[in-house]
């Protein structure tokens, strides 16, 4: 794990992004973590302690009304990020990070032991919160946690979505709030989707009207766009982009490159961004939804080798689909001078019903976004 950790440190270090981070109770793991992977002078500006009372009180400008919370950490974070701006010397991302954490100490604690974590930006505040199961760890176990949680907020504000595990027990979890950018808080966790309309807007959990075309839409192509015009006038309903930020077998995207992706739709496509990489994990988010796919997903979507190689679990993924009403709209694809559609693939006969196909003579662009990549 510290691998991990390290390879995460170094990412944070080599983005501009310089931190202020504040500490009280826990969490002090992350500064030695911070501080001993080369390249810590480019990102961090200053790291404090307010350890006593007193000392956080100062810190803040006014007596928390519990020290160990979640508005603690955002007033902390908040703090910080004012901080950063007064020592910033170039004009950089900015962040200040706030930890305040309730331990296992020698004595019997009648609370909950917890640590809140915030980060603050320009344009929103995240926050992280674990409630641990007391006598599970020591007080140094808490901490690394602790710790690590730090460090999984300064990366997620460097845009780095940290390849790191977090050894939690299955009743521990990290709960994720925030207000602010609502593409910061899908890419932290803190919502299940974000609508961002062809005009700009921008509406948290927001409900996209139609069917769904899923996509990476790195580049946004010519085919993209016949099959959403082709399966708009099939349906007789409006086609929504759908991208979600994490994938099954790629690293999950930064909120600058969705930012960068959203422009190609500008004044063309509303795109509904999720975090639900597989079709079973999308129509929990958008239940009742048309997808819009090719033959090359559809011939993934039925094959237990993505399932892996358990026919069982494909089958429950296309049985869960169905049960909250998820269905197909398949285009075909030219496949070794072929072309191929839905009559090509082994559906099970109980899951037939769920999908329907686009004839060759409908539409065909035998086109890709990685041919388009490489030119």
Excluded: W
Excluded at 136 to 143: I, P, S, T
Excluded at 293 to 314: N, Q, S, V
Excluded at 337 to 361: A, Q
Aim: overall charge negative.
């Amino acid at each position: 794990m510290d691998a991990e950790i390290q390879d995460v440190i170094r990412q944070v270090h080599a983005s501009p992004v310089q931190a202020v981070v504040v500490v009280t109770g826990g969490g002090a793991q992350s500064i030695s973590r911070l501080l001993r992977v080369p390249g810590a002078s480019r990102t961090v500006l200053e790291i404090l302690v307010p350890y006593s009372e007193r000392a956080l009180e100062d810190f803040l400008g006014e007596r928390p009304h519990q020290v160990a919370s979640v508005e603690t950490a955002e007033a902390m974070s908040r703090q910080a990020h004012r901080r950063a701006m007064e020592l910033a010397e170039a004009d950089v991302p900015l962040v200040g990070i706030g930890c305040t954490a309730a331990l296992a100490t020698d004595r019997l604690k009648r609370g909950a032991h917890r640590v809140h974590v915030a980060r603050c930006t320009s344009d929103s505040t995240v926050t992280y919160s674990i409630e641990f199961t007391k006598g599970l760890r020591d007080r140094a176990g808490e901490d690394t946690l602790s710790g690590l949680l730090v460090v999984r907020a300064l990366a997620e504000a460097a845009g780095i979505a940290p390849d790191m595990s977090m050894p939690l027990d299955p009743t521990e979890h990290i709960v994720i709030g925030g207000s602010g950018d609502p593409i910061d808080l899908l890419v932290a966790g803190a919502l299940d989707r974000v609508l961002v309309r062809a005009d700009g807007t921008i509406t948290p959990n927001g409900r996209p009207n139609g069917a769904l075309l899923s996509g990476s839409f790195d580049p946004l192509h010519i085919g993209h766009r016949e099959l959403a015009t082709v399966a708009a006038e099939a349906l007789a309903m409006q086609v929504t982009m759908e991208m979600s930020v994490a994938n099954v077998d790629k690293p999950p995207l930064s909120a600058s490159v969705i930012r960068e992706r959203l422009k190609q739709f500008e004044g063309m496509y509303d795109v509904v961004l999720t975090k639900a990489p597989t079709f079973a994990e999308k129509v929990q988010v958008l239940p009742g939804s048309c997808f819009v796919i090719g033959y090359d997903t559809m011939k993934r979507l039925i094959d237990p080798a993505y399932y892996h190689d358990d026919e069982r679990k494909m089958r429950k993924a296309l049985l869960s689909i169905a049960q909250l009403g998820g269905r197909f709209l398949v285009a075909g694809r030219l496949d070794n001078g072929i072309f191929r559609t839905l009559e090509d693939v082994p559906v099970p006969g109980e899951f037939r019903d769920m999908f329907e196909s686009i004839s060759e003579h409908r539409f065909r662009r035998d086109i890709s976004s990685t041919h388009l990549r490489t030119g």
